[in-house]
């Protein structure tokens, strides 16, 4: 079982930051793959940024040159630092974890957290 606790929304104007917190507790493997995707109200859920075992990242077209995934695998968190932030970007923010595979399967997840909110305004 993987635990899965985000952090560090809040908001913040048009053009600000935003460092989000994803802190991974449970069993840990050593070979997975995690990400965030977003929801905003009334809208599909959106993949946002990825990362592998490998570290190879991919990032959804809206957020690339804005976003930056990124994991600090001795503390077991994983990060998503956000810049340049528009009104759009408004959305409840979730990690996911998917143990299944060492690399990504677009934004499948078999874990995820509880969500964190990011509200920005114009």
């Known amino acids: 079982q993987v635990q899965l606790v985000e952090s560090g929304g809040g908001s913040v104007q048009a053009g600000g930051s935003l460092r989000l917190s994803c802190q991974a507790s449970?069993?840990?493997?050593?070979?997975?793959?995690m990400g965030w995707f977003r929801q905003a109200p009334g809208k599909e859920r959106e993949g946002v940024a990825i990362r592998d075992s490998y570290g190879v990242t991919s990032y959804a077209d809206s957020v690339k040159g804005r976003f930056t995934i990124s994991q600090a695998i001795a503390k077991n968190t994983l990060y998503l630092e956000m810049r340049s932030l528009k009104p759009e970007d408004t959305a409840m923010y979730y990690c996911?974890?998917?143990?299944?595979?060492?690399?990504?399967?677009?934004?499948?997840?078999?874990?995820r957290g509880q969500g964190t909110q990011v509200t920005v305004s114009s």
């Open positions: 449970g069993y840990i493997y050593s070979k997975l793959c």
């Open positions: 996911l974890v998917d143990t299944r595979r060492s690399w990504c399967a677009d934004y499948e997840y078999n874990y």
